[in-house]
């Protein structure tokens, strides 16, 4: 993550120090972001500008988009799944990119105090992937399912979302060169 980015975490939006010292508005950063594509455009309002009211929005185009991506890839969804199913996994996939589940033994920090790296997530900071339970919950499929199916459309998902922040990183980047 860069630096810039990193001023974006959620829960902190702080933008001091941003640009050396320029002045900086929220306006600046809403521009910076509008060349993205829509999808990305609420996600970042969503997860770095804490603006709630695009949920609802990124949800439906988080929806279409993963049932476009479902009826072109030919996804085989078993007798009791349906694009209700397609609709819980796209929901889950946006509640787990933008608020990432964070090492609970050192708060994400990675370091654990004066003690060193942090030996339950090796200092990576980040909390354990969706476990083949929550996603067997959440999405109301059967475990066999969840395993050999739905973790897979789950990462491919985040993953395009990680492609978001790096976009969105970039589009940030401009910021500092005007
Ligand atoms: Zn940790």
């Not at 339950?120 to 066999?144: F, M």
């Not at 491919?156 to 940030?172: C, M, T």
Request: some cysteine.
């Amino acid at each position: 993550m860069s630096e810039k980015l990193a001023m974006f975490t959620p829960k902190t939006c702080n933008l001091e120090g941003l640009g050396g010292g320029g002045e900086i508005t929220w306006e600046m950063v809403a521009g910076a972001l509008t060349g993205l594509n829509q999808e990305v455009y609420l996600y970042a309002r969503l997860k770095f500008v804490q603006d709630d009211t695009c949920l609802g929005e990124l949800k439906d185009l988080v929806y279409l988009n993963t049932i476009n991506e479902a009826f072109w890839g030919g996804w085989k969804l078993s007798k009791n799944e349906d694009v209700e199913t397609i609709g819980r996994l796209a929901n889950m996939a946006i509640d787990e990119s933008v608020n990432p589940l964070i090492c609970k033994s050192c708060n994400g920090s990675g370091m654990i105090n004066n003690k060193g790296e942090c030996h339950v997530c090796k200092g990576i900071g980040e909390g354990r992937e969706a476990s083949i339970k929550r996603i067997q919950k959440r999405l109301k499929v059967t475990e066999h399912r969840a395993t050999h199916f739905w973790r897979d459309k789950l990462r491919g998902l985040l993953s395009a979302h990680i492609g978001w922040d790096q976009d969105i990183s970039e589009a940030l980047k401009k910021l500092n060169n005007k």
